[in-house]
C-alpha cells in the first residue's frame, strides 16, 4: 500500500485523535500573532488547523489524502466563517509558491518525517518562498532519536517501511539546511516528553524559524 492509501484508509476509520496537539497548543502560545494566515502542510483530520481557527487565525491546509481532506472540508463548512479555514488534496512537496503570498507561518506537525529528503529541500524552499518577512517556519517531527528508529524495513539513511513511510530526522543536519537556506534561529530543542501520545513517548525536533 503507498502512503496516500494508508492515510486514506487511516482517516476514514475513527481511529484519528480529536483534540489539538501539544505543538500546536505551544505554537499558539508562544510564537504566533493574534491572528495569522498559516499555511498548514498535512493537516490529516484538522485537529490543528480547526484548533487555530478556533484561535481566530485563518488557515490554509494541503493534505495528499482524500479522505482526510473530504471530512476537513465537511466539518469546514459547518464553521461560522468557512473561508477562514480551508483545505485542498495535494501533494504539499510540489505545490507551486506563486500560488501563495504573505503567509505568516507555515507549519508542519509529524509531516516531514514523511517525506523523503529531496522533498524536505522543496518545503524548505517552498517555506521560504510563501513566508512573509519575519514569518515562521514551525516544524515539529521524530527524529533519529525517537524509539521507533530502526522499526520496519530499512530502504534508505533513516529511512524504514513499518505500515508507512516514515524518515527520520538529523535533528542538526535539518538546522543546518534551514540556515542554509537563509532563516534565523528563533527557537530549537530535540527532546522527548513534547508529544506523548497514550503509550508512546516520541523523540521529537521541535522547531521554530525566521524568514528574515
Ligand atoms: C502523521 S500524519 C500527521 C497529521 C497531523 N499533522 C497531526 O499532527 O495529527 C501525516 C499527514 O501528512 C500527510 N502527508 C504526508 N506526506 C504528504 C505529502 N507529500 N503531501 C501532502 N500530504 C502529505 C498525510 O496524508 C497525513 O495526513
Same mark, same amino acid.
Given at each position: 500500500? /503507498?502512503?496516500?492509501? &494508508?492515510? #486514506?484508509?487511516?482517516?476514514? !476509520?475513527?481511529?484519528?485523535?480529536?483534540?489539538?496537539?501539544?505543538?500546536?497548543?505551544?505554537?499558539?502560545?508562544?510564537?504566533?500573532? /493574534?491572528?495569522?494566515?498559516?499555511?498548514?502542510?498535512?493537516?490529516?483530520?484538522? @485537529?490543528?488547523?480547526?484548533?487555530? &481557527?478556533?484561535?481566530?487565525?485563518?488557515?490554509?491546509?494541503?493534505?495528499?489524502?482524500?479522505?482526510?481532506?473530504?471530512?476537513?472540508? %465537511?466539518?469546514?463548512?459547518?464553521?461560522?466563517?468557512?473561508?477562514?479555514?480551508?483545505?485542498?488534496?495535494?501533494?504539499?512537496?510540489?505545490?507551486?509558491?506563486?500560488?501563495?503570498?504573505? *503567509?505568516?507561518?507555515?507549519?508542519?506537525?509529524?509531516?516531514?518525517?514523511? *517525506? /523523503?529528503?529531496?522533498?524536505?529541500?522543496?518545503? *524548505?524552499?517552498?517555506?521560504?518562498?510563501?513566508?512573509?518577512?519575519?514569518?515562521?517556519?514551525?516544524?515539529?517531527?521524530?527524529?533519529?532519536?525517537?524509539?521507533?528508529? !530502526? %522499526?520496519?524495513?530499512? *530502504?534508505?539513511?533513516?529511512?524504514?517501511?513499518? #505500515?508507512? &513511510?516514515? @524518515?527520520?530526522?538529523?535533528?542538526?543536519?535539518?538546522?543546518?539546511?534551514?540556515? /542554509?537556506?537563509?532563516?534565523?534561529?528563533?527557537?530549537?530543542?530535540?527532546?522527548?516528553?513534547?508529544?506523548?501520545?497514550?503509550?508512546?513517548?516520541?523523540?521529537?525536533?521541535?522547531?521554530?524559524?525566521?524568514?528574515?
Amino acid at each position: 500500500m /503507498d502512503d496516500e492509501h &494508508y492515510w #486514506d484508509e487511516f482517516y476514514s !476509520g475513527h481511529n484519528a485523535v480529536g483534540f489539538p496537539s501539544p505543538f500546536a497548543e505551544f505554537c499558539e502560545s508562544h510564537l504566533l500573532d /493574534d491572528t495569522s494566515h498559516i499555511l498548514e502542510l498535512g493537516p490529516g483530520n484538522g @485537529r490543528d488547523a480547526f484548533f487555530f &481557527y478556533d484561535h481566530g487565525h485563518q488557515v490554509t491546509a494541503i493534505d495528499q489524502s482524500h479522505a482526510a481532506v473530504e471530512q476537513c472540508q %465537511k466539518r469546514a463548512s459547518e464553521v461560522r466563517r468557512p473561508n477562514l479555514v480551508r483545505f485542498r488534496c495535494d501533494d504539499f512537496t510540489r505545490v507551486d509558491p506563486t500560488e501563495f503570498r504573505d *503567509i505568516d507561518a507555515v507549519y508542519s506537525r509529524f509531516t516531514l518525517h514523511s *517525506i /523523503d529528503d529531496e522533498a524536505e529541500e522543496r518545503v *524548505i524552499d517552498f517555506a521560504w518562498q510563501v513566508l512573509r518577512a519575519q514569518g515562521q517556519l514551525l516544524v515539529e517531527a521524530r527524529t533519529v532519536n525517537d524509539p521507533l528508529y !530502526g %522499526k520496519g524495513t530499512r *530502504i534508505g539513511e533513516h529511512e524504514f517501511i513499518t #505500515d508507512h &513511510y516514515r @524518515r527520520h530526522l538529523d535533528a542538526q543536519q535539518l538546522l543546518r539546511r534551514v540556515l /542554509d537556506r537563509g532563516f534565523q534561529l528563533h527557537f530549537f530543542h530535540e527532546s522527548d516528553g513534547l508529544a506523548p501520545f497514550q503509550d508512546e513517548n516520541p523523540v521529537v525536533v521541535r522547531m521554530a524559524m525566521i524568514r528574515p
